[in-house]
């Protein structure tokens, strides 16, 4: 996989937006950029993935850039609960044994 | 929430005893991973299945081994535990073979000290 750089860390406060970059200048074609976080002593958790177009749901936004060089999360309203290591991986490909390559990631802090 | 869970959730064990962590699921997800997380490394995949009876290895497989009997459990085994395989391990499962859109689901994990 194509490797991904963060911020080490991030502070916002509550109820306001949260953007987290992630550059991937080396990105192909093919390679899709996905988000996952991971809560204090939980697994990781799926946030959103995209290719091209800026997605949504229901709990982030995804802006991609036109080059695809970049990316950026986008959390609409931070809470308490946001507060994780968010991690930006590029996926590529149909092996299914494929690694995920969890970079450091950044850590997001909440403050009320 | 996708529908996994881990056991035990906390182990100490000693140094040479043999060690089997068991990750169960509701999903009926074919594919099922086992990776370790440790500071400095992120996520490592240890072994992986593609379907009951199918296994094969990842990046860090050696003293490890698995079996899938079932569709639901996915067993990891240390046969002899060592210090160096103190860390805290994942299951994660997955329902397409599509690595580039795939969506992997986590379990809460087990932390496993080799004393």
């Known amino acids: 996989d194509a490797k991904t750089t963060q911020p080490n860390s991030m502070e916002s406060n509550e109820e306001e937006p949260v953007h987290l970059p992630c550059n991937h200048s080396t990105i192909s074609g093919t390679d899709y950029i996905h988000w996952y976080r991971q809560l204090p002593s939980q697994g990781p958790e799926y946030v959103i993935h995209?290719?091209?177009s800026n997605v949504n749901n229901r709990m982030a936004s995804l802006a991609i850039a036109e080059d695809r060089k970049s990316s950026t999360l986008i959390l609409h309203r931070a809470t308490l609960r946001d507060a994780a290591v968010y991690y930006c991986i590029l996926r590529a490909g149909y092996n299914y044994g494929q690694n995920f390559v969890f970079g450091p990631g950044t850590r997001l802090s909440v403050l009320p | 929430d996708a529908g996994i869970t881990q056991s035990p959730r906390h182990k100490v064990t000693e140094t040479g005893t043999p060690v089997t962590l068991r990750c169960h699921q509701t999903?009926?997800?074919?594919?099922m991973y086992w990776y370790r997380q440790d500071p400095g490394h992120g996520l490592r995949l240890i072994h992986y299945s593609y379907g009951v009876k199918d296994t094969d290895k990842g990046e860090v497989s050696d003293g490890y081994s698995v079996s899938r009997s079932k569709t639901e459990d996915f067993l990891l085994t240390l046969e002899s535990a060592t210090s160096s395989q103190t860390s805290v391990y994942f299951c994660?499962?997955?329902?397409?073979?599509?690595?580039?859109?795939?969506?992997?689901?986590f379990g809460p994990g087990t932390r496993l000290t080799v004393l």
């Open positions: 994660a499962i997955s329902g397409t073979s599509v690595a580039s859109t795939d969506t992997q689901y």
């Open positions: 995209g290719l091209t």
């Open positions: 999903e009926n997800h074919r594919y």
